[in-house]
């Protein structure tokens, strides 16, 4: 029994990280000499290629179809709350982090 309080314990301050992604679709309409391209991130130079978007916490992915993949960090919360936005680090060393008390 104490076994199960004590894990129930560590549960319930365990923290609690979620992932952001979205998606820009292709604009076939205009010829960039990227594979991908979005005025958010720029030219992307090839399919699977990854590229962290500078000043943001925030990571792309060139895709086949010539769509962009956005990562970010999502929520997080700690018991003591989280730690700010690391932006002088690649995405996803970037992101915030539970704060112990």
Known sequence: MKCFLL???VFAFTALV???IGWIQPNNEI?????CYSAYTGPI???GEIKNIEGK????ICNDDRSIRL???GAVSGP???TDVDYSKPYPQC?????GC
């Not at 992101?95 to 704060?99: H, N």
Request: hydrophobic share 20%; aromatic share 4%; proline share 7%.
């Open 80 to 82: 003591c709350g989280k």
């Open 57 to 60: 916490c925030v990571q792309a």
């Open 7 to 9: 894990l129930s314990v």
């Open 18 to 20: 979620q992932c952001g």
């Open 45 to 47: 130079e090839a399919a």
């Open 71 to 73: 990562e970010s960090c």
């Open 95 to 99: 992101c915030p982090k539970p704060k």
């Open 31 to 35: 010829d960039h000499s990227g594979y």
